[in-house]
């Protein structure tokens, strides 16, 4: 079971993709994850891209391409995974379909989380984080005991900037222009099931689990 999870920043791609895991027991590959590993075991690729890091260079889509073939190609993938956070352009969607091709893969489906951009905004505005520690809480969703402070240590709890209005704005605009468009790249493809994201995150999670197991 291979799936791409699509939507907006703060839409709930990565509570979707932990009640995948659980469910389908394959793994969710984030780009982050596999950066993060391969700079800290210093492999060739690691060393190329912590090269473009330190210059204050995006690690370009060729570098990244290169992780993900060896990464999908890892024993823990020979059930399927979860893609959460790439492709987020056209190039990469190309780029990973040559891969595919070289391994013999595919996707078999790309689900959409759809929320509204002003949802967006307001959940991730209403986030409040422990600086130390990074345990969340939602002003509105899971507030803590005490306006402002952590339920367990008592620090004060602080709004990061990513989670600010513009930012947020500026976030959305990115999305919609550079990664939107795999939507319809996909739909070629008859892959994409659009599933709307403004429910509560169980009952998203029931609909994404029906379209599984419709299509299995």
């Known amino acids: 079971m291979k799936i791409l999870l699509l939507g907006p920043p703060g839409g709930g791609k990565g509570t979707q993709a932990k009640f995948l895991i659980d469910k389908l027991?394959?793994?969710?590959?984030?780009?982050?994850?596999?950066?993060?590993?391969?700079?800290?075991?210093?492999?060739?690729?690691?060393?190329?891209?912590?090269?473009?890091?330190?210059?204050?260079q995006l690690?370009?889509?060729?570098?990244?391409?290169?992780?993900?073939?060896?990464?999908?190609?890892?024993s823990d993938c020979k059930n399927g995974y979860i893609l959460d956070g790439f492709p987020r352009t056209i190039p990469q969607a190309e780029g990973l379909n040559e891969i595919f091709l070289e391994l013999n893969q595919s996707l078999d489906f790309v689900i959409v989380i759809e929320v509204n951009d002003n949802t967006i905004v307001e959940r991730m505005g209403g986030r409040r984080?422990?600086?130390?520690?990074g345990r969340v809480y939602?002003?509105?969703?899971?507030?803590?005991?005490?306006?402002?402070?952590?339920?367990?240590?008592?620090?004060?709890?602080?709004?990061?900037?990513?989670d600010e209005e513009n930012t947020v704005r500026r976030r959305l605009e990115v999305y919609h222009s550079e990664t939107s468009p795999l939507i319809e790249y996909y739909q070629t493809e008859n892959?994409?099931?659009?599933?709307?994201g403004e429910t509560d995150i169980h009952i998203v999670s029931?609909?994404?689990?029906?379209?599984?197991?419709?299509?299995?």
Do not use: W
């Not at 780009?31 to 330190?54: F, P």
């Open 25 to 56: 027991n394959i793994p969710q590959i984030s780009t982050g994850d596999m950066l993060r590993e391969h700079v800290k075991n210093q492999t060739n690729l690691g060393i190329k891209a912590k090269d473009y890091m330190n210059s204050g």
């Open 59 to 74: 690690v370009p889509d060729q570098v990244i391409l290169e992780m993900m073939k060896e990464r999908l190609n890892s």
């Open 129 to 133: 984080v422990n600086p130390t520690s």
């Open 138 to 162: 939602h002003i509105q969703y899971n507030p803590p005991k005490i306006e402002g402070i952590d339920d367990e240590t008592g620090e004060t709890l602080v709004t990061r900037s990513d």
């Open 191 to 196: 892959l994409v099931h659009k599933i709307n």
């Open 206 to 216: 029931e609909s994404i689990n029906k379209i599984i197991n419709h299509n299995v």
